[in-house]
T-cell receptor
């Protein structure tokens, strides 16, 4: 079993819809949980990070962590065409070494 | 520039040749990381440098891979006797600290194609 599982299937949604992404993980020692966004031919950029369990909101983005279920989620409200990108979940292994999921390609259709 | 700079952006090489990939981190960032992004595999940790400490090489896939960081700044990733399975995007990232918030600043990557 991989440390971080993210179903890599692409996701197409109409503009204004809610996008829901999730990952599961196996290592209960993870404390920091991140979502990175990667545009085509660019490096990933940090979107949000959450420490331990709970919710964190930043504008249209909400990150949720449920450590008891080893499950994290990212929600994008009122999705925009500019949100079209690949979204990668990541967990911190210590010293900022990250374990990444495979990523979900999201396409927001105008 | 203000961001992490990587070169070359694209490299095509023949199987068996050696390649060097360069990373110039953000000024003042003490931690530097190399990751590999292969189709369908996600990002894979390769190596981590923190200041003058010995690097964490635990992610290097074979002894054909090596990296160094000179003067606590620029880093070079070297792949010897390249194989077709080495084809991937090699991403460098830096961080102002290794304190684990998970915030890494990535470059745009070096896309390696081994024929």
């Amino acid at each position: 079993q991989k440390e971080v599982e993210q179903d890599p299937g692409p996701l197409s949604v109409p503009e204004g819809a809610i996008v829901s992404l999730n990952c599961t993980y196996s290592n209960s020692a993870f404390q920091y949980f991140m979502w990175y966004r990667q545009y085509s031919r660019k490096g990933p950029e940090l979107l949000m990070y959450t420490y331990s369990s709970g919710n964190k909101e930043d504008g249209r983005f909400t990150a949720q962590v449920d450590k008891s279920s080893k499950y994290i989620s990212l929600f994008i409200r009122d999705s925009q065409p500019s949100d079209s990108a690949t979204y990668l979940c990541a967990m911190e292994r210590g010293n900022n070494r990250l374990a990444f999921g495979k990523g979900n390609q999201v396409v927001v259709i105008p | 520039g203000a961001g992490v700079s990587q070169s070359p952006s694209n490299k095509v090489t023949e199987k068996g040749k050696d390649v060097e990939l360069r990373c110039d981190p953000i000024s003042g960032h003490t931690a530097l990381y190399w990751y590999r992004q292969s189709l369908g595999q996600g990002l894979e940790f390769l190596i981590y440098f923190q200041g003058n400490s010995a690097p964490d090489k635990s992610g290097l896939p074979s002894d054909r891979f090596s990296a160094e960081r000179t003067g606590g700044s620029v880093s070079t990733l070297t792949i010897q006797r390249t194989q077709q399975e080495d084809s991937a995007v090699y991403l460098c990232a830096s961080s102002p600290t290794s304190a684990g918030t998970g915030e890494l600043f990535f470059g745009e990557g070096s896309r390696l194609t081994v024929l």
